[in-house]
């Protein structure tokens, strides 16, 4: 079950820190690695994220910066080791990419998740029926159990909204998702039920861009914002692709894309709106 920190956020904790200590001290990368033995290219990898450092690792960076304080050392320390364990979609690593692996781990951290959708429901509120057909329909030809465990995993994820410090979640969809039969009639109008649910939870906001506002900021694509809760973890801007999952995570950019969603907060129906909308849609379903 969805517990605990996620090995992602921690590891992005632990990076910013290693490499603000490094920089207080004006060591390059390379000049760290040698003075500790280390492969040339070691420094680097820990601070892409792309090696989790033992904490032994750690303990040998913190003596090079000169940090002494115990409690910081410990807390850098504990943040190494939690870095490395395993979230619980380890499991299913056969079955996913390592990005969305990634995508996973940073989710269940957030404390706010922002996403614009243009062609189908977001992943924290489909149903599994919805879920099912999308991967079906897919540009991934899977076999049926494959299907089945990414299902799985789809409906694990919604998990962290029924936690007691569940995150923000704000989603806007374009008229388009409601319209389209995904899986057909029966299985769209027990979606849209499931939508309007949602749409009565504290902490859960749903909006629709209609297609009489005609052109919209969100026409470009689909795309989520992830917030968290700590200063230092900036938002991070996810979108999926066919060719593989893309990260934005340069303040500029993630701005632009966080002025994005603002309009399109500002032109959607507003929720009592959506919800007529929503009825609306069911109706003519029946």
């Known amino acids: 079950m969805p517990a605990g920190h996620s090995p992602s956020v921690r590891g992005r904790q632990l990076i910013n820190e290693l490499k603000g200590l490094r920089e207080a001290t004006q060591l390059t990368q390379s000049e760290v690695a040698e003075r500790l033995d280390w492969h040339p290219t070691k420094v680097f990898r820990i601070e892409t994220g792309r090696t989790s450092p033992h904490p032994n690792d750690v303990r040998a960076l913190l003596d ?34 390592s990005q969305y692996q990634v995508y996973i781990g940073l989710e269940s951290e957030a404390v ?32 049926q159990e494959e299907i089945e465990r990414r299902v799985e995993v789809r409906m694990t994820r919604q998990r962290i909204l029924d936690r007691p410090d569940r ?36 902490k859960t906001t749903i909006q629709v861009i209609p297609f009489a506002l005609g052109a919209h900021p969100g026409m ?67």
């Open 64 to 97: 090079l910066y000169g940090v002494t304080g115990q409690q910081q050392r410990e807390g850098l320390v504990s943040l190494a080791r939690n870095a490395r364990k395993r979230g619980w979609w380890y499991s299913y690593r056969d079955i996913l990419p």
């Open 220 to 286: 470009i694509g689909p795309f989520t914002l992830l917030g968290f809760p700590e200063p230092f973890d900036l938002d991070i801007v996810y979108m999926e692709t066919i060719a593989g999952n893309l990260y934005v995570e340069e303040s500029d950019e993630v701005r632009d894309y966080r002025t994005a969603f603002d309009h399109l907060r500002a032109e959607a129906l507003n929720i009592r709106e959506t919800r007529d909308i929503l009825n609306k849609v069911m109706h003519d379903l029946e």
């Open 112 to 143: 706010s998740i922002r996403t614009f959708e243009l062609a189908a429901v977001a992943g924290l509120l489909q149903t599994e029926d919805y879920a099912r057909a999308l991967m079906v329909s897919g540009p991934q030809e899977l076999e």
């Open 167 to 202: 995150p923000q979640l704000w989603v806007i969809l374009d008229e388009a998702v409601l319209r389209r039969p995904v899986g057909g009639p029966h299985v769209l109008r027990s979606q849209l039920r499931r939508l309007l649910d949602a749409s009565e939870q504290a």
